[in-house]
């Protein structure tokens, strides 16, 4: 009743290049589970999001809007689900905040945490959780997930928990009763029938809306539709090639319990049209190229291709609604179906005959189904069997029962227990927001405060009371305060002193005076902070210029922008823009090899570097006041700027786009503010803090480029080769681990490998093997091209980050599979001597022989940017920094970076 979840792969040997399930060691040929979803490179079928994260977005809210208290995750697998379900609710367990009617006179918008349906809420509090799988090789990892993080572990930092979670684990299959399993509200079962055998499958209601009488039951399955082909009468039927094989409902009476019996008339298949399985042809176990294909039907009752190896079973999904439509009426419940998932290359049925402006229905990936149990019927039928084994099974049950762990996560939250006034908790936001030096903040932010959340007992809803009151909040305590300044969100004014009245009206910043070593960094203090000015003025002003490229300079001549809708932090002397936004006191720098190669003038831009530039790309800030034309951002968001600036869409980065470069070609991030067009930035994750936000512009993008922004783009089982522990480097190994990769990393520190692996490890699931992160020390190793093929298997890796150069390319070239990318982004070793063996080898005929692929990569465009921020915050990937400094230490940080002695990122604090 296990299932295969590419939430976390297992890692196994390069071929075949799929998304191995982790449900069985892989040691033979025949016993290799294969999922064909995931695999882009043999399918061409993609989903965004993947679809597994679409199923258990699904799943989840489902639960939040049903409210539900309990769960049970039956063929839980290595705890997708469940990794969700753990997280501890952001409040105590209270009703919604719910927005007045709009004819209210209010005129407040709806809740963010609640829609206009009444039903819906925005948080799950689960207080009993319990999963079940049969196969032994899954519950490791699925009891990692369910284990309470040690009272001692401070990364992650522990979300407050304010009440108690039971969580239980048990081994074995559903067919064995467990009085244990009873009680919980909802039960889940994501991609679970079809692994089911026969005999498993036909009583599966039985057991679950028979024995256990959930109040909700959710099901997945995959979609296999077929159908024939009566619409088109030139296209002729096709002959068989061998007999006949029935629908997979014509023989159900063999393995179907007679309650759960679909049925359907048989029909002779004509003509074949399937979703995406269709897109692989059948798999057969002689053929050598056996991962490019799909699954033959293994009971041999149709003549259908699966998507996975174990699956015993695939419907259609008018199959798939018969079957649920006749369970749910055996057992008192009513049941709602419908699908999640439409690839990249979707499917269609037929239009409707009668109504042709109607587009065709996508055919989903995967079918859905919320069993409800009926109102007024009892919740123990009469069918319901409580005894030891149920009496269908024979009392040598295949599955026993185990307890593989049993926790529970204990109350830790902060305060005292009790809410404190309203004027005390008013008076702890605005001390807050003065340390902030922001005048309009965020509900949200101001909650993750602990002690403001602890002096509200966790109660949201007393907060908003003690602000100002909202929706059916009403205000306690004080006069109403309270203002939405969003319709998305919430906001707080307090006092009423405007944004750019606490803001400062000097700031520091740093310039390059000149270019022959880091001393030529100098900073300025006492430069005007820009004012804001009205949107006329900044369009008749126009934008930035092209010509000097400098931001709020005299010479603006760059006439396809209308001016600036935000800004970030200002870095010079004038900037015309719609609105500003002003980072906080919590705002930081990270250092990248470009910003030290322009300071000591080693930079080949396209373009010359201005006297008095402002250095740095990489930066992170708060946003602190916007224009009155933004719409894209808010006071408190945590922004980082584009690199570089205009680089929206193109796949490669465009001559101009380089002509914008941050800190190079124009005024970088330095500076105490910065100023931006609101296109030029983008959000980071919301599990990042300003230090961590300030790795991603250029680091994370730069990573992000090599790995998916081109032709091969990274999968689950691919193996990624990185060179060095620097920044690119191990940003590009957390990417490629969060998404089911193996990476191989060198160094010539044994200490920084030790470092690394144990930084990057926690990104692995618990049952990852040793070999899904590697080292080499190619101190000790010189030949490190072909230790890292003997790493992969004997065989080439299909990515290498390189960041060396002309000192390394030939090398990173030979440890490349045919078809594989060297992604070259750097040339550190022009810093360090080069032998002459290596300087002399002709590249031309290192390229041709690997079949390999080697282009430059730059960093992303701001869309991919944006995806990149979605995967790191899903991943639950941070960077690994390795020093910070302060501001007045910017020239220390640049020599730190220069000595080679950074491990991960350097940032600097303003």
Not at 418 to 440: F, N, T
Not at 506 to 524: C, S, W
Not at 870 to 877: D, K, M, R, T
Request: with cysteine; proline share 8%.
């Amino acid at each position: 009743m296990s299932r295969a979840d590419p939430a976390h792969p297992a890692l196994s040997p390069p071929t075949p290049k799929l998304s191995p399930s982790a449900l069985r060691p892989i040691d033979q040929l025949d016993e290799v589970e294969v999922s064909m979803v995931e695999a882009e490179d043999v399918t061409g079928v993609t989903f965004v999001p993947e679809l597994w994260m679409q199923r258990r977005q699904w799943a989840l809210e489902v639960l939040r809007r049903e409210r539900v208290r309990s769960v049970l995750d039956i063929g839980c697998g290595p705890g997708a689900l469940l990794e969700t379900l753990v997280i501890p609710s952001s409040t105590i367990v209270e009703p919604p905040v719910r927005s007045r009617p709009k004819n209210s006179g209010h005129g407040q918008p709806p809740s963010p945490v609640d829609s206009a349906d009444d039903e819906e809420s925005g948080e799950l509090f689960i207080a009993r959780l319990a999963a079940l799988d049969c196969s032994p090789n899954v519950i490791p990892s699925a009891l990692s997930v369910i284990t309470p993080p040690s009272p001692s572990s401070t990364f992650p930092p522990p979300r407050p928990r304010w009440e108690e979670l039971h969580a239980e684990l048990w081994l074995g299959g559903i067919e064995k009763y467990n009085s244990r399993l009873e009680g919980y509200e909802a039960i889940v079962g994501l991609e679970l029938i079809e692994h089911l055998d026969p005999n498993v499958l036909s009583r599966f209601g039985v057991v679950t809306m028979g024995t256990y009488r959930p109040r909700l039951l959710l099901v997945t399955t995959p979609v296999s539709d077929l159908r024939d082909a009566v619409a088109s009468p030139t296209l002729p039927r096709r002959a068989p090639s061998r007999p006949r094989r029935p629908s997979c409902f014509s023989l159900c009476r063999e393995f179907f319990h007679p309650s759960l019996l679909v049925r359907l008339p048989y029909a002779p298949l004509t003509r074949q049209n399937f979703d995406f399985n269709a897109k692989f042809p059948v798999h057969e176990h002689d053929h050598d190229d056996f991962a490019h294909r799909g699954f033959a039907d293994p009971t041999g009752r149709t003549d259908r291709v699966f998507r996975h190896s174990d699956h015993k079973l695939e419907m259609t999904a008018a199959e798939f609604r018969d079957w649920a439509e006749g369970a749910a009426a055996d057992w008192g419940y009513t049941v709602e179906v419908s699908g999640v998932g439409v690839s990249s290359k979707p499917s269609y049925y037929p239009a409707d005959p009668s109504d042709p402006s109607r587009p065709p229905r996508p055919i989903y990936a995967t079918s859905t189904a919320i069993f409800r149990l009926a109102s007024g019927v009892p919740t123990r039928s009469p069918r319901s069997v409580r005894s030891s084994e149920l009496p269908f099974l024979s009392k040598e049950s295949s599955h026993p029962h185990k307890l593989a762990g049993k926790f529970v996560h204990p109350v830790h939250a902060p305060g005292d227990g009790r809410k404190h006034s309203p004027e005390d908790v008013r008076a702890l936001v605005q001390s807050r927001m003065e340390e902030w030096r922001i005048g309009v903040v965020s509900v949200e932010e101001l909650w993750a405060v602990p002690e403001i959340a602890g002096a509200c007992a966790g109660s949201k809803r007393y907060f908003l009371a003690c602000v100002g009151g909202y929706g059916d909040v009403p205000a306690q305590g004080g006069e109403d305060e309270y203002e939405d300044s969003h319709p998305h969100s919430y906001s707080i004014n307090t006092p009423r002193t405007s944004a750019l009245a606490m803001a400062p009206k000097t700031m520091k910043r740093y310039v390059v005076k000149h270019r022959n070593a880091i001393d030529g960094l100098e900073l300025q203090e006492d430069v005007p902070v820009p004012e804001l000015r009205s949107s006329t003025d900044a369009r008749m002003e126009g934008g930035y210029g092209q010509d000097t490229n400098r931001m709020g300079r005299e010479d603006k001549v760059l006439g396809e922008w209308d001016g600036w809708d935000i800004a970030i932090t200002s870095p010079h002397d004038s900037v015309s823009s719609v609105g500003a936004i002003f980072a906080a006191k919590e705002r930081y720098l990270s250092l990248n090899a470009r910003d030290l190669q322009i300071v000591t003038n080693d930079y080949p831009a396209p373009h010359s570097v201005p006297q008095d530039v402002v250095p740095v790309s990489d930066g992170c800030g708060i946003v602190e006041a916007v224009g009155d034309d933004v719409t894209l951002f808010k006071v408190g968001d945590k922004v980082a700027p584009v690199f570089p600036q205009g680089h929206h869409y193109e796949e490669d980065m465009a001559l101009r786009s380089l002509k914008r470069g941050l800190g190079g070609a124009i005024d970088g991030v330095a500076a105490e503010y910065f100023v931006c067009d609101e296109a030029e930035a983008v959000k980071i994750p919301s599990n990042w803090d300003c230090k961590d936000g300030s790795t991603l512009a250029v680091a994370f993008t730069t990573a992000w480029s090599s790995l998916f922004s081109h032709h091969p783009s990274l999968q689950a089982g691919h193996t990624v080769l990185c060179l060095g522990t620097g920044g690119v480097s191990l940003c590009a190994a957390q990417l490629a681990l969060i998404t089911g990769a193996r990476v191989i990393l060198t160094s010539s520190s044994q200490t920084k490998l030790d470092r690394a692996v144990s930084l990057l490890r926690p990104l692995l699931p618990a049952s990852a093997p040793e070999t899904a992160l590697q080292t080499i020390d190619y101190s000790k190793i010189d030949a490190w091209d072909v230790e890292a093929r003997r790493l992969n298997g004997g065989q080439g890796v299909d990515f290498v980050i390189e960041i060396a150069g002309r000192g390394t390319i030939a090398r990173s070239i030979r440890s490349t599979r045919q078809g594989g990318l060297v992604a070259v982004s750097g040339y550190m070793s022009d810093y360090k001597p080069i032998p002459q063996h290596i300087l002399d080898e002709d590249l031309a005929k290192t390229i041709l022989y690997s079949a390999a692929s080697v282009r430059g990569v730059f960093v992303c465009n701001r869309e991919e940017f944006k995806q990149c921020c979605a995967a790191l915050e899903v991943g639950g990937a941070k960077p690994i920094v390795d020093k910070t400094f302060k501001f007045a230490e910017l020239r220390e940080a640049y020599q730190y970076m220069a000595d080679g002695r950074h491990f991960g990122k350097v940032c600097v604090e303003i």
